[in-house]
């Protein structure tokens, strides 16, 4: 942690982290996609065969358990691999500082900066806190690319004292 209290972290993302956080990103479409495909294979079934509704069920559920979703996944860590691979950008180290001002990104061309009430929201998962700009745009700060503990702490803190309480997301 720096005299000042400003959290610093540089990092350039991997293929993996990548990888989870495009996943991570795209679960909630996943899910939707999952339970229309289970509700359309289930009302086919019904309309095609005799089976009672339970054996109905049964079925779509192995189907979507034991073949849709393996190939979602797969397909969906493939889609990200690819687009890693792709661009560059994705690779380019980032230094991201997080002050009592707000976050500063800084890339090799370009530098930005984001006050704390511009933030939508910020939510902590396993390996990484996703920073919301908006409902839709968001960024990844891994939890590993941390100089400490204490930064992670201080950065908790800060997300603590300047957001919204109901735009916090944190693991106690």
Do not use: Q
């Not at 979507?64 to 190939?71: D, E, N």
């Not at 980032?94 to 370009?110: H, M, Q, R, W």
Request: with cysteine; net charge positive; hydrophobic share 45%.
């Amino acid at each position: 942690m720096n005299k000042n209290n400003d959290v610093l972290i540089k990092f350039s993302l991997t293929e993996k982290d990548y990888s989870r956080i495009f996943l991570y990103m795209r679960i909630k479409y996943a899910i939707k996609i999952l339970i229309s495909g289970f509700l359309i294979l289930m009302i086919y079934l019904f309309t095609l065969t005799d089976l009672s509704l339970l054996t109905n069920f049964i079925i779509s559920a192995l189907c979507v358990l034991l073949i849709v979703v393996p190939l979602s996944y797969f397909a969906v860590i493939y889609k990200a691999k690819k687009e890693f691979r792709s661009n560059y950008g994705l690779r380019e180290e980032l230094t991201v500082e997080a002050n009592d001002l707000g976050l500063n990104l800084i890339a090799s061309n370009e530098h930005s900066h984001r006050d704390w009430e511009h933030i939508y929201s910020v939510r902590e998962i396993r390996h990484d806190f996703i920073v919301y700009f908006s409902e839709s745009l968001a960024f990844s700060l891994p939890k590993c690319y941390f100089n400490s503990k204490e930064d992670i702490y201080r950065f908790k803190e800060l997300i603590s004292k300047y957001l919204n309480p109901d735009r916090i997301h944190l693991k106690k």
